[in-house]
């Protein structure tokens, strides 16, 4: 059984030692892996490096475009709140000189209507005579 038992160790310090050897081929690729991993972290990092300064530009110019768009919208509500109330006062003076106009037209119609109605009299009081000279003409 002595030989059975130095087989049976044999075969156990053969999978001993391809244990630590596996374990150390392990090892190594794991540290290659990280170096490999570390080179990647350090390619992306310079490439999106210029990435993120170009969105901190744009962010800036993004929020200068929009400073100055909220200028110009209360720009152009100033203009228009402006335009509106100019064009309310002369709607304002349309119709008061429309108004006036009309009260004048009327006043002079009246005055037209007027002379109209003293001349009709005037030539009833002159057909009135005539009749009545007729009348005594014998």
């Known amino acids: 059984m002595n ?5 049976f160790l044999g075969i156990i310090a053969m999978a001993t030692l391809v244990t630590a050897i596996l374990q150390v081929v392990v090892l190594v690729a794991a540290a290659q892996l990280v170096k ?3 080179r990647f972290v350090d390619i992306v990092e310079q ?3 210029p990435i993120i300064a170009n969105v901190g530009s744009i962010a800036r110019d993004a929020s200068r475009v929009a400073s100055l768009a909220a200028a110009q919208v209360e720009r152009a509500d100033q203009m228009l709140s402006s335009t509106v109330h100019r064009l309310e ?3 304002t003076h349309v119709q008061t000189l429309v108004t006036n106009t009309l009260r004048e037209g009327n006043a002079l119609m009246m005055a037209v209507r007027a002379v109209m109605a003293v001349i009709r009299a005037f030539q009833g009081r002159r057909r ?3 009749e ?3 009348a005594l003409f014998i």
Not at 3 to 7: E, G, I, L, P
């Open 128 to 130: 009135r005579r005539g």
């Open 3 to 7: 030989t059975w038992a130095t087989v």
């Open 89 to 91: 006062d002369l709607l």
């Open 132 to 134: 009545d000279d007729d």
């Open 36 to 38: 490999r991993v570390g």
């Open 47 to 49: 490439d999106v490096r």
